[in-house]
């Protein structure tokens, strides 16, 4: 397994460029407080088993199950766009997933659309983005045991970090050109600059390459008895809301433009949905 850095409770220092008041480049370190507080949520939840029990994380994923039922229907509905006609003639796709957690939807696609692709001789190449290392085990144990129902053909790349930190060249270079497809599921409302992971994203992806965004509307966090007070505290301190239409808009300006009569939307109760929307890469 890759190794990853385990300095979790460590505050995200991030140097970046600033100008005085003589209008001079100079270099400034910021700390970003919710940076950290999203990092270090997301890596409590995923624990590992000797730290939070796996059948209390078990237990919250049941609480949420509906959600990913719905976020597995639409992936599925995707097919065509996951798996172009191209991209079967070419024989090799290449993917990111922005956020991917703890790779519940990224473990989906790859059963269900790459590993048929990758049994008649296609090569799909999957690099995970997230910032919290303990999710990304989670989503690289899961994608191992599909691996090992796949002698060569599925390569996957763990990159622990910010989308807004990660530079082109380390996805692109590993999957030996840009991105054909990017997934950002239920990541928007955690970040801090939204348009910065779909600009990043944007650079990410070749030109006409595809963005999944699967998002849940409004946002509301599922109260869940087994998840500690504190986790819960942080993450509705992190959360935000984005209204659907304001998203559209950022990732608009993102550089991407709507695929139009390929959305959906479904309720998940009588006050939330889960939305789907596609868009190329301008
Ligand atoms: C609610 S989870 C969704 C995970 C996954 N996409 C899914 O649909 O199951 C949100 C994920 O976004 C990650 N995240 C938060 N801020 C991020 C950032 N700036 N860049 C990349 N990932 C981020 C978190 O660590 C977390 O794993």
Redesign the pocket.
């Known amino acids: 397994m890759q190794a990853l850095a385990r300095k979790r409770y460590v505050e995200t220092r991030i140097a970046v460029n600033h100008r005085n008041s003589n209008g001079n480049r100079v270099g400034r370190v910021v700390n970003s407080g919710r940076?950290f507080k999203?990092?270090r949520a997301?890596d409590d939840f995923a624990l590992p088993a000797d730290r939070y029990s796996q059948s209390r994380y078990d237990e919250h994923m049941g609480s949420v199950t509906k959600h990913?039922d719905i976020?597995k229907a639409f992936l599925a509905g995707a097919r065509r766009h996951l798996l172009s006609e191209q991209a079967k003639k070419r024989g090799v796709v290449s993917l990111a997933?922005?956020?991917?957690?703890?790779g519940?939807?990224i473990a989906f696609i790859v059963k269900e659309v790459y590993v048929p692709f990758i049994k008649a001789g296609g090569k799909v190449t999957v690099t995970l983005?997230?910032?919290?290392g303990n999710?990304l085990e989670i989503a690289e144990r899961k994608l191992a045991g599909l691996k090992m129902q796949l002698p060569k053909g599925l390569q996957v790349k763990l990159l622990q970090?910010?989308?807004?930190f990660v530079k082109p060249g380390e996805v692109i270079d590993n999957a030996g050109g840009s991105c054909d497809i990017a997934l950002a599921?239920?990541?928007a409302p955690?970040?801090?600059n939204v348009g910065t992971?779909y600009e990043n994203t944007a650079k990410l992806l070749g030109r006409r390459g595809k963005l999944i965004s699967?998002e849940e509307n409004p946002l509301v966090l599922t109260p869940s008895a087994s998840l500690p007070e504190d986790f819960e505290r942080v993450l509705a301190e992190c959360a935000k809301a984005i209204e659907p239409n304001e998203l559209v808009r950022i990732i608009r300006s993102a550089g991407f433009r709507k695929n139009r009569g390929v959305g959906a939307e479904t309720p998940i109760d009588d006050q939330h949905t889960m939305y789907l929307e596609i868009y190329t890469r301008k």
């Open positions: 940076r999203v990092r997301f990913y976020m997933d922005v956020g991917c957690g703890t519940e939807l983005i997230d910032p919290a999710m970090k910010f989308i807004e599921t239920y990541v955690w970040v801090e992971i699967i």
